[in-house]
């Protein structure tokens, strides 16, 4: 299973930056994205960034994350992890749905 980790830069030379992830610091390699500024958040994988994500998408990955260590753990008490999909029905996104014209 591939999971992207989030991370935001502390700062960036070129084609690398030094990053903040939950686990620590790292060195990470930012060729694919392109240039970064401090304070941005990225979505890396082995290493290397994959693609520069808001905010709230890092928020909510890392809460993704902080929950499947949990549950590794065999903790149950992950739902205020899941604050946007608890309480409400699954959606599907719109090219899954049916489209009601030609139905």
Not at 1 to 15: A, F, N, T, W
Not at 60 to 73: F, G, I, N, P, Q
Request: hydrophobic share 40%.
């Amino acid at each position: 299973m591939c999971i992207g980790i989030p991370m935001q830069v502390l700062k960036s030379d070129g084609l690398s930056s030094r990053c903040s992830a939950r686990d620590g610091v790292h060195d990470i390699d930012t060729s694919l994205v392109g240039p970064v500024q401090p304070g941005q958040w990225l979505m890396v994988f082995l290493g290397a960034a994959r693609e520069i994500i808001s905010d709230e998408t890092a928020r909510v990955t890392s809460d993704a994350l902080a929950a499947l260590e949990l549950a590794m753990r065999g903790e149950t008490d992950i739902d205020h992890l899941f604050a946007d999909l608890v309480d409400r029905e699954p959606e599907l996104p719109d090219h899954l749905r049916i489209n009601q014209k030609t139905a």
